[in-house]
Structures are given as C-alpha cells and as structure tokens.
C-alpha cells in the first residue's frame, strides 16, 4: 500500500522567514496530494493540493511542488507570520481501489514573532 | 453551515465500557471516514463509507464498529473499551472522489479527544 513520510516532524521559523515541509510517497498510482493545517484544538483543513498533472500550484503566500519522477512533494510558505504555526500534513490518494487518503505524521511548524 | 458536527468533544471511558461516537454532516457527501490521530502517526483512517447503508474496514479497525443509516450520520461504536484506544478521533466527509467534477475536497470535524482509563 501507500506509505507518505513528512519531514521535518518539527520547524521553527522568525516571522517573515520561509517554511519548507517535504514528503515523500511510494506509490506510483497516486495522483492526488492535498495539504491540510491543524490549528491547536481544532481539525485539519485543506490549505492547498496538487494534482500528478500540474507541477506546481500557488496560493498567495503558499505553494506546492510535485516531482513526480522522485515521488517528491512539498509545501513552501512565504514570509510567514505567527498565524501560520500549526500542525501541518502532507497526504498522497491513490487512483485505484477505494482512493483513500494516506497521511505523513505531521510537522509543528512555530512562527516565532 | 455547520458542515461536520462530531459529539461529544471529551470522553473518559473506563476499560471495558462501551460508546458510540456521533458524526453529523449537512453538506449531502456521499463518503465519510472515522480516522484517529495519534501522536507521531499522522491520521490513520479506521472505518469508512461510501454511502448509505454501506462501510468498509480501514487501515485499523479492529475493536471498532461503524454504522451508516442515514447519509448525513456515520456513527463509531467501542464496543469495549481499552487503553490503547485513547486518542483524538476525527470524522470527515466529502463527495465521491471518483467524480472528477465535484470538489473532492475531505472536510473534518474538530474532533473528540477520548481517554480510555
């Protein structure tokens, strides 16, 4: 089956500095990779994804890679600001079977002001 | 919209008791998910369904049940509690991801956080 490992598990930041979260995955199959943001006490939400088609894909201060060749993605945030720190998680789909989501383990990104 | 409602938010279960977490969501998807969180093992799906009626094992669903009566509730049944059943359950809901032309995206509840004692 899938496997998705995150790096790193924890980053720490000065405002205005970028954040770099990588992922990898296994499986080939998968073509689509969402990236959701855990704020304390509250549930994951989708900040941004990518689909295997698109090679990059941005969102104001946000972007997504995808190098599809290595099994490569990774989420950049730019001058970031305390209101980014969270938990974040990459996730891989496959596009067979039932296309179930397949989690990293998360990074606690801190945005020191 | 409320979108994915999940009761009750805190839960302490003595070992062997029995529950039922609740999963409520107003946005008419097809699918929803029972994962739990746990710390450095990102969110691992238990159950899932793809309609009414209808659930599938996930990646870890052994001493938990799910039902499916109604399309908007997926509820998540311990039929007997233990220890290493202590954790943050979520429950999610989205469309059907093999309709390309709806929004796939999966939305969460905030969670219940469940101590098993």
């Known amino acids: 089956g899938e496997n998705v490992e995150q790096h790193p598990s924890t980053l720490s930041v000065q405002e205005g500095d970028s954040a770099v979260i990588k992922c990898t995955y296994s499986d080939s199959a998968s073509n689509y990779f969402p990236w959701y943001k855990q704020e304390l006490g509250k549930g994951p939400q989708l900040i941004i994804d990518?689909?295997?088609?698109?090679g990059e894909k941005k969102d104001q201060r946000i972007a997504v890679t995808l190098n599809k060749t290595a099994k490569h993605f990774s989420l950049h945030i730019t001058e970031t600001q305390p209101e980014d720190s969270a938990v974040y998680f990459c996730?891989?789909?496959?596009?067979?079977?039932?296309?179930?989501?397949?989690f990293g383990t998360g990074t606690r990104l801190l945005v020191s002001p | 919209n409320a979108g994915v409602t999940q009761t009750p938010k805190f839960r302490v279960l003595k070992t062997g008791q029995s529950m039922t977490l609740l999963c409520a969501q107003d946005m008419n998807h097809e699918y929803m998910y029972w994962y739990r969180q746990d710390p450095g093992m990102g969110l691992r799906l238990i159950h899932y369904?793809?309609?009414?009626?209808?659930?599938a094992k996930g990646e870890v669903p052994d001493g938990y049940n799910v039902s499916r009566l109604k399309k908007q509730n997926f509820l998540l049944g311990l039929e007997s509690a233990a220890p290493s059943q202590t954790s943050v359950y979520f429950c999610?809901?989205?469309?059907?991801?093999?309709?390309?032309?709806?929004?796939?995206?999966?939305?969460f509840g905030q969670g219940t956080r469940l101590t098993v004692v």
């Open positions: 990518i689909r295997s088609n698109v």
């Open positions: 996730a891989a789909r496959l596009n067979t079977g039932f296309q179930k989501l397949v």
């Open positions: 999610a809901s989205s469309y059907s991801i093999t309709d390309t032309s709806l929004n796939t995206e999966a939305f």
């Open positions: 369904s793809v309609g009414e009626g209808t659930t």
